[in-house]
């Protein structure tokens, strides 16, 4: 939950920039959709956070950062925002993260931030959700919080204005600026072995890199190499 001092805070660091608040709330992404760019809107707690295909956030009350952000279209969006999120979470806590591609930010190889974007009638509405200080998670998670991981708590609305400002500075680039960023700070961009789900079935490669419009192209074991356009990409069991 954020106070009232920290919601003040926070508005004095971005003036003229719409800031809506609310201590619980359905899905913030939902809020947002309603709004122009530049707003965000924060929630203490979601009752039905939006994960990717369908899935659920957990969004449990007072511990994670959880918010949406207007923003204007953007190729790459999702990965000018995985990188956002890491350097944020760098500027504040010092702890160096990974980036799963494409939405995913991993503490030793378990997930402790995901991003989601939709389109919305010419608008990209950018959920960010953020395991701050969880004690534990639900173990069919395979997730992580930067407290668990650290022993540390992480102040909330300092980790919030740093992560506005990384995000206000990578939407700014360009789409090869970012594919290049985003290649240089993930481990799964390339030589990484993969398990990765697809409609018409599993397969297990090496990541081989992004292609110009930042989609992963993983090699399978005969040479073959496929493009994977959407998530569900995993690190292979050995």
Request: glycine residues 12%; contains cysteine; negative net charge.
């Amino acid at each position: 939950m954020l106070s009232t001092g920290e919601l003040d805070r926070l508005r004095t660091a971005f003036p003229g920039r719409p800031i809506d608040y609310y201590p619980a709330i359905d899905s913030t992404m939902h809020a947002a959709a309603r709004l122009e760019p530049g707003a965000v809107v924060i929630a203490g707690e979601q009752t039905a956070g939006l994960g990717r295909h369908g899935h659920s956030w957990h969004s449990e009350p007072g511990t994670g950062l959880y918010f949406s952000m207007v923003l204007r279209p953007h190729p790459v969006l999702t990965l000018a925002l995985g990188l956002a999120t890491v350097e944020a979470i760098g500027n504040v806590t010092g702890i160096a993260c990974d980036l799963r591609w494409p939405n995913d930010v991993m503490l030793g190889g378990k997930k402790a931030a995901g991003i989601l974007v939709q389109l919305v009638e010419g608008k990209a509405i950018a959920g960010i959700g953020i395991n701050l200080n969880h004690t534990q998670l639900p173990p069919d998670l395979d997730a992580t919080s930067l407290k668990i991981y650290s022993g540390q708590d992480v102040p909330a609305a300092d980790l919030l204005i740093s992560l506005l400002h990384s995000i206000d500075s990578f939407v700014a680039e360009d789409k090869e600026t970012i594919l290049r960023l985003f290649a240089h700070a993930s481990s799964y961009a390339a030589g990484r072995r993969v398990r990765v789900t697809l409609p018409e079935g599993a397969i297990e490669g090496t990541t081989a890199g992004l292609d110009a419009d930042g989609y992963l192209i993983v090699r399978q074991d005969d040479g073959t190499d496929t493009l994977i356009l959407a998530g569900g990409v995993r690190a292979a069991r050995s």
